[in-house]
């Protein structure tokens, strides 16, 4: 079953509608922790946006594409090294963007420290264990101010 997301504006105030099924969804999330597993990052790497969302509802995926959070402190050189071996694309300063099978993977580099990525919470989505903002409340509220 594919959902339909409308959760992002386009220019002039069009709505942009995405389509992934679940299957896909996990497809692409399995394939982003594969790669924080070559990079040993597997325990230190935060699901967050809508993906993180239906992790802790528990419930299908229903967005414009995956968001994932590597606060600064784990990104040793080996970590950039192996990041940039195997991500197509440019890897910045903020992060880096790749699609998997047209479902676009975001990755942002966290500079500040919050209370929320401290203790992360752990949620099976699928048949893997994923990581949370704990309390993920408190992320949602301020999902928009973390950099």
């Known amino acids: 079953m594919r959902t339909t997301s409308m959760k992002e504006n386009g220019l002039n105030g069009q709505t942009i509608t995405k389509q992934f099924s679940q299957e896909e969804v996990l497809e692409a999330l ?3 922790d594969n790669l924080m597993h070559r990079c040993v990052l597997q325990d230190s790497y935060l699901s967050l946006g809508y993906i993180g969302k239906a992790m ?8 414009n594409g995956l968001e994932f959070g590597i606060e600064r402190r784990y990104l040793t050189r080996e970590v950039m090294d192996t990041l940039r071996m195997y991500v197509k694309g440019e890897i910045t300063e903020k992060g880096f963007t790749y699609d998997f099978k047209g479902i676009p993977i975001k990755v942002r580099f966290i500079d500040n420290i919050y209370g929320f990525f ?24 301020a999902r928009a101010l973390i950099r």
Do not use: R, S, T
């Open 56 to 63: 802790v509802d528990n419930l299908p995926f229903e967005g």
């Open 30 to 32: 399995y394939d982003f």
């Open 118 to 141: 401290k203790y992360p919470d752990k949620k099976i989505y699928g048949v893997e264990e994923f990581q949370v903002p704990n309390p993920f409340h408190k992320y949602w509220k």
